[in-house]
């Protein structure tokens, strides 16, 4: 099971860092991707990291947002900086049985419940 946390209300140019907890199995050899849905949008992919820390980031975080994990703790972290309204969203944290990453939300097998970020103006 994945468990998201961290997030909260912020002002904009902010910063929150978000984590993801597994429990019940070990992760350490799963790619780890975060996702976040905006009010009245889709899911959308926002980054991944693969077993070995190779990490991918699309142009909605590049520069501002970072993925870590920490196998030993089993943890997945998303560092979000100089935050903005626009990334107001449900963030959502998953899984897949595979070393590497994937920008397809349909390849990830296990996904955690959400935490909402809320940026104001």
């Known amino acids: 099971q994945l468990q998201a946390s961290g997030g909260g209300l912020v002002q904009a140019g902010g910063s929150l860092r978000l984590s993801c907890a597994a429990s019940?199995?070990?992760?350490?050899?799963?790619?780890m991707g975060w996702f976040r849905q905006a009010p009245g949008k889709e899911r959308e992919f926002l980054g991944a990291?693969?077993?070995?820390?190779?990490?991918y980031m699309t142009d909605a975080g590049k520069g501002r947002f970072t993925i870590s994990r920490d196998n030993a703790k089993n943890t997945l972290y998303l560092q979000m900086n100089s935050l903005t309204p626009e990334d107001t969203a449900v963030y959502s944290c998953?899984?897949?049985?595979?070393?590497?990453?994937?920008?397809?939300?349909?390849?990830?097998?296990?996904w955690g419940h959400g935490t909402q970020v809320t940026v104001s103006s």
């Open positions: 998953a899984a897949r049985a595979v070393q590497g990453s994937s920008i397809s939300l349909s390849d990830y097998e296990y």
């Open positions: 990291v693969s077993s070995g820390g190779t990490t």
């Open positions: 019940g199995r070990t992760f350490s050899g799963y790619g």
